[in-house]
């Protein structure tokens, strides 16, 4: 397996770390549900531990994935996907980057302005700021807001994806799983670099899309 990236393909690092950040956030967000939906100190493991621990994780490991993207190639998007649809994936994934990384930081001020304390697994963090009623409601809004935003990013995504697979059947799922074969004929529509041997290409559906493209 390919540990970097290359033109056609996630490397197994950013395969690993998707897929680990996403098992990640969702759990994530369902804890903070727990947590916001029961009474109010009734869940000081989860408020104080797991959850803090949990989300500086997603934090850091979005931003080695971000550094690991920004010097690694990023697999092209398929040619035939309209501008405005790349453009809304594009800015999707930065979205991603953005709130996975400022919302932990937005969580430790809140749970700091509550008069509570953040762990990192055991250990116990400085708070950056003390109790305030004006702050922890601020605060309180704000991870809200982007805890949803998440939530609805994530539909959205994971929608498109599977879009991807079973009506677009290009390659675009299977290149971050790693595990289903990326096929000579899903790569042909998904690429139209006449890399692929056309000659070869199986008749079908996608052939046609594929012989329709190259006229
Ligand atoms: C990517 C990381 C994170 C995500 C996606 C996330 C998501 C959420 C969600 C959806 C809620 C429930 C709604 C709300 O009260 O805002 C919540 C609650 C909460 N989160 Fe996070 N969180 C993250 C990181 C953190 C971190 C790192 C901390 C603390 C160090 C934290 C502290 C809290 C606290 C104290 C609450 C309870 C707020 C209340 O019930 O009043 N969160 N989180
Ligand atoms: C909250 C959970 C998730 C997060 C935060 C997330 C985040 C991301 C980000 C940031 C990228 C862009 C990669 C980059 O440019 O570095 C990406 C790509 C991708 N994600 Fe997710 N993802 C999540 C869940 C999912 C799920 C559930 C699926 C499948 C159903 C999925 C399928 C994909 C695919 C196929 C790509 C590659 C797109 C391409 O090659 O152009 N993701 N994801």
């Known amino acids: 397996m390919q ?4 033109e056609r393909s996630w490397g197994a690092v950013q395969q690993l770390l998707h897929w680990t950040i996403a098992t ?6 369902i804890v903070g549900d727990i947590i916001w939906l029961s009474p109010e100190g009734s869940t000081p493991a989860l408020t104080s531990y797991v959850h803090p621990t949990v989300g500086i994780l997603i934090g850091l490991f979005m931003l080695g994935r971000l550094v690991w993207r920004e010097t690694n190639k990023v697999p092209a998007v398929p040619e035939d996907i309209p501008t405005g649809l790349q453009a809304l994936s594009q800015a999707t994934h930065y979205a991603f980057y953005f709130l996975l990384i400022c919302n932990p930081i937005i969580g430790y001020l809140l749970l700091g302005a509550f008069g509570g304390h953040s762990h990192f697994f055991t250990a ?7 109790k305030s009623a004006f702050y922890s409601s601020f605060y309180f809004w704000m991870h809200l807001a982007f805890g949803g935003a998440i939530g609805g990013l994530f539909l959205l995504h994971a929608g498109a994806a599977l879009r991807h697979e079973f009506t677009l059947s290009d390659n675009v799922l299977r290149r971050m799983l790693g595990f289903l074969p990326m096929t000579a004929e899903r790569q042909a529509v ?26």
């Open 24 to 29: 990640m956030v969702i759990a994530q967000l």
């Open 124 to 130: 116990l963090l400085p708070n950056a700021i003390g």
């Open 3 to 6: 540990v970097e990236n290359t």
């Open 190 to 215: 998904q690429d139209d670099s006449a890399t692929v041997d056309r000659a070869r290409v199986p008749r079908g559906a996608l052939a046609a899309r594929l012989s329709r493209s190259s006229r």
